[in-house]
């Protein structure tokens, strides 16, 4: 008889709301929880569905939740009923998750709207510095998947800074409020903690905004910023009229302001309050610039021991209830006072996978270039004059032949200044000779803001990257495709995409400690490279066990009959036995079909 109880829940769910809405109060979202017997003792779909009609509430004013276990053995039938909801507009939460052993796997084919992490990982926060990096990796996964998070059990403030930290978009706890009557729920307001709905958009971008991903300075378009730092300090102001407050710094900003800018940040909730903005300072002259527009500005500020400070800032959101604005920032380099040029440090900051960069004065045509000294340093290499002329002339020799001409013709100052104007940004690829060959390189021109009088043109080697294009572009065409390579790369030592048609391979990703083994990165016939590896790194003892359970038919029939091939075995790694998985999946796109195969530690 559950089914009518949880029915009967949501009954009492839409009588609150519309007892609500009689007393022109904002409809408040609420999630309801479903167990498994729901869905076979009725069509609870279809029940759900015709009372929220008939209550008049907008489908995504309710949410539903299931645990793992609820989708049990008939994955097929679940799966679809979830589909329905998301058909009919309602969102699908999976509830604890990662209380059970089963959530990555039902994560790989099951589309959830949130992730609700189990009160025990807040309960055991406390318990080891493993517990916080599983929790925030977890956080991280959930990020690429696109899922939404919050998580329950939240009773103290050092959790919810932590958790603000690592991109939890939603908190639940008794820090909040326990279990309240829906009487005294109604006398509370916006100014008391209520959210308004207006703002739950905004808010919502804010919390899943990434404090280690520098997409968030250009959209997610601009390679020149991408994924430079993992740790920088970074952080979230929110500002109105002459007040401003943070919403959310990570660590690595605190020790910024402590260290750097003399703030004494022992006291966490300083970080937090709000301070009246300074009219004279050069920051809180950039901050009001980016209210005002929405591209990155990239600036100097000077710390309290004369250091010089690059920053980077960029407007990512209004608030529509209050005005307020959201400036996300970032600190890149820090360096000393008084050193002959500070964008050395931009320099290597920015672009130490950068063969050349250049700073140019607009005005003169002077530069200075910086080219790489190895994989990790930018070193300065010369001065010069006449910048744009000095590129046309080395271009006849530099650039491969057959795309001087494009070079030429587009590779102008005025070219140049009239993309910059206009979108903010100049690129252009084409080819350079590398000891004789033609690889592919990638101009980026970006403005130095305020100093509209200088340029930075960063010039990168993209050869691996346009040689993959074909493969890559096909991966990127099917969004199942990618949802299957973000949930193998989840904890696997490396992943191959092949060719079935003719066992053509390439290793996509691999883990460091799978490197050191030397296997093959890319060939001709993945079936047998495969066996010859397992002999060269597999555990001796089960070398007879893979040999007779791994080949191309047997692979084939099973994805034929399962949809997936999975063979487990052990390796040495690192001198130790490893358990793992070789697993082997087919994706398909418009054209084609392809397949990931990637090796699982167990």
Same mark, same amino acid.
């Given at each position: @008889?559950?089914?009518?109880?949880?029915?009967?829940?949501?009954?009492?769910?839409?009588?609150?709301?519309?007892?609500?809405?009689?007393?022109?109060?904002?409809?408040?979202?609420?999630?309801?929880?479903?167990?498994?017997?729901?869905?076979?003792?009725?069509?609870?779909?279809?029940?759900?569905?015709?009372?929220?009609?008939?209550?008049?509430?907008?489908?995504?004013?309710?949410?539903?939740?299931?645990?793992?276990?609820?989708?049990?053995?008939?994955?097929?039938?679940?799966?679809?009923?979830?589909?329905?909801?998301? #058909?009919?507009?309602?969102?699908?939460?999976?509830?604890?998750?990662?209380?059970?052993?089963?959530?990555?796997?039902?994560?790989?084919?099951?589309?959830? #709207?949130?992730?609700?992490?189990?009160?025990?990982?807040?309960?055991?926060?406390?318990?080891?510095?493993?517990?916080?990096?599983?929790?925030?990796?977890?956080?991280?996964?959930?990020?690429?998947?696109?899922?939404?998070?919050?998580?329950?059990?939240?009773?103290?403030?050092?959790?919810?800074?932590?958790?603000?930290?690592?991109?939890?978009?939603?908190?639940?706890?008794?820090?909040?409020?326990?279990?309240?009557?829906?009487?005294?729920?109604?006398?509370?307001?916006?100014?008391?903690?209520?959210?308004?709905?207006?703002?739950?958009?905004?808010?919502?971008?804010?919390?899943?905004?990434?404090?280690?991903?520098?997409?968030?300075?250009?959209?997610?378009?601009?390679?020149?910023?991408?994924?430079?730092?993992?740790?920088?300090?970074?952080?979230?102001?929110?500002?109105?009229?002459?007040?401003?407050?943070?919403?959310?710094?990570?660590?690595?900003?605190?020790?910024?302001?402590?260290?750097?800018?003399?703030?004494?940040?022992?006291?966490?909730?300083?970080?937090?309050?709000?301070?009246?903005?300074?009219?004279?300072?050069?920051?809180?002259?950039?901050?009001?610039?980016?209210?005002?527009?929405?591209?990155?500005? @990239?600036?100097?500020?000077?710390?309290?021991?004369?250091?010089?400070?690059?920053?980077?800032?960029?407007?990512?959101?209004?608030?529509?209830?209050?005005?307020?604005?959201?400036?996300?920032?970032?600190?890149?380099?820090?360096?000393?006072?008084?050193?002959?040029?500070?964008?050395?440090?931009?320099?290597?900051?920015?672009?130490?996978?950068?063969?050349?960069?250049? /700073?140019? #004065?607009?005005?003169?045509?002077?530069?200075?270039?910086?080219?790489?000294?190895?994989?990790?340093?930018?070193?300065?290499?010369?001065?010069?004059?006449?910048?744009?002329?000095?590129?046309?002339?080395?271009?006849?020799?530099?650039?491969?032949?057959?795309?001087?001409?494009?070079?030429?013709?587009?590779?102008?100052?005025?070219?140049?200044?009239?993309?910059?104007?206009?979108?903010?940004?100049?690129?252009?690829?084409?080819?350079?000779?590398?000891?004789?060959?033609?690889?592919?390189?990638?101009?980026?021109?970006?403005?130095? /803001?305020?100093?509209?009088?200088?340029?930075?043109?960063?010039?990168?080697?993209?050869?691996?990257?346009?040689?993959?294009?074909?493969?890559?572009?096909?991966?990127?065409?099917?969004?199942?495709?990618?949802?299957?390579?973000?949930?193998?790369?989840?904890? /696997?030592?490396?992943?191959?995409?092949?060719?079935?048609?003719?066992?053509?391979?390439?290793?996509?990703?691999?883990?460091?400690?799978?490197?050191?083994?030397?296997?093959?990165?890319?060939?001709?016939?993945?079936?047998?490279?495969?066996?010859?590896?397992?002999?060269?790194?597999?555990?001796?003892?089960?070398?007879?066990?893979?040999?007779?359970?791994?080949?191309?038919?047997?692979?084939?029939?099973?994805?034929?009959?399962?949809?997936?091939?999975?063979?487990?075995?052990?390796?040495?790694?690192?001198?130790?036995?490893?358990?793992?998985?070789?697993?082997?999946?087919?994706?398909?796109?418009?054209?084609?079909?392809?397949?990931?195969?990637?090796?699982?530690?167990?």
């Amino acid at each position: @008889l559950i089914y009518k109880l949880d029915l009967y829940v949501l009954d009492r769910v839409l009588e609150m709301m519309d007892e609500s809405r009689r007393r022109g109060k904002d409809i408040i979202p609420h999630s309801i929880n479903l167990s498994r017997s729901d869905f076979d003792a009725c069509d609870i779909v279809e029940e759900i569905r015709k009372r929220v009609d008939k209550a008049g509430v907008s489908h995504d004013r309710i949410s539903v939740e299931i645990t793992e276990s609820v989708i049990g053995s008939d994955f097929d039938f679940i799966k679809s009923q979830i589909e329905r909801f998301h #058909d009919l507009g309602f969102s699908v939460w999976m509830d604890d998750f990662g209380s059970g052993y089963s959530s990555f796997d039902v994560l790989q084919s099951v589309s959830f #709207d949130l992730l609700k992490f189990d009160m025990s990982f807040m309960q055991n926060l406390d318990k080891g510095d493993h517990r916080r990096d599983v929790i925030t990796e977890l956080m991280r996964l959930a990020s690429k998947l696109g899922v939404d998070t919050i998580c329950e059990g939240v009773e103290t403030i050092e959790q919810v800074r932590f958790l603000q930290e690592i991109g939890c978009a939603k908190l639940q706890g008794y820090y909040f409020y326990k279990p309240t009557p829906l009487s005294n729920i109604l006398e509370i307001g916006s100014r008391d903690g209520l959210e308004d709905p207006a703002e739950a958009e905004y808010y919502g971008m804010i919390g899943q905004t990434k404090l280690y991903d520098f997409s968030i300075f250009n959209g997610g378009n601009n390679d020149f910023l991408r994924n430079v730092f993992d740790t920088t300090p970074m952080g979230i102001i929110e500002i109105k009229e002459d007040m401003a407050q943070y919403l959310r710094v990570n660590q690595a900003y605190r020790e910024f302001l402590s260290r750097v800018m003399g703030i004494d940040v022992s006291d966490r909730e300083r970080v937090f309050s709000k301070f009246k903005m300074e009219k004279v300072t050069r920051f809180w002259e950039i901050l009001r610039k980016c209210c005002e527009i929405k591209e990155a500005l @990239l600036f100097e500020d000077e710390g309290a021991d004369g250091s010089t400070i690059h920053v980077i800032a960029r407007n990512i959101g209004r608030n529509p209830g209050t005005g307020a604005q959201a400036v996300a920032i970032a600190v890149l380099t820090i360096t000393n006072e008084g050193r002959e040029t500070s964008y050395a440090d931009i320099a290597r900051a920015l672009a130490s996978d950068y063969r050349n960069i250049y /700073y140019v #004065d607009l005005k003169t045509e002077e530069f200075i270039e910086y080219s790489a000294s190895s994989a990790e340093e930018i070193a300065e290499e010369r001065h010069g004059g006449v910048f744009f002329s000095g590129m046309r002339v080395a271009a006849m020799s530099q650039i491969y032949e057959a795309d001087r001409e494009l070079f030429l013709t587009h590779f102008t100052k005025e070219n140049v200044m009239k993309e910059l104007d206009g979108q903010g940004t100049f690129t252009m690829t084409y080819r350079e000779l590398d000891e004789g060959k033609p690889v592919f390189v990638n101009m980026r021109v970006t403005r130095m /803001y305020p100093d509209d009088d200088h340029i930075i043109i960063g010039v990168r080697a993209i050869d691996s990257h346009v040689k993959q294009k074909e493969i890559i572009d096909r991966i990127k065409k099917s969004q199942d495709t990618l949802a299957s390579v973000m949930a193998l790369t989840n904890g /696997y030592l490396v992943l191959y995409m092949v060719d079935p048609k003719n066992d053509h391979y390439i290793e996509y990703a691999a883990a460091k400690e799978y490197e050191a083994l030397g296997c093959s990165k890319m060939g001709e016939n993945f079936f047998n490279q495969v066996i010859i590896d397992e002999k060269r790194a597999g555990w001796e003892g089960d070398h007879e066990f893979f040999s007779a359970r791994f080949s191309k038919q047997q692979v084939m029939d099973e994805i034929k009959s399962k949809g997936i091939y999975k063979l487990s075995y052990s390796i040495v790694l690192e001198g130790k036995r490893k358990p793992i998985s070789l697993v082997i999946v087919p994706v398909r796109d418009e054209e084609d079909e392809i397949l990931l195969a990637g090796l699982r530690e167990e």
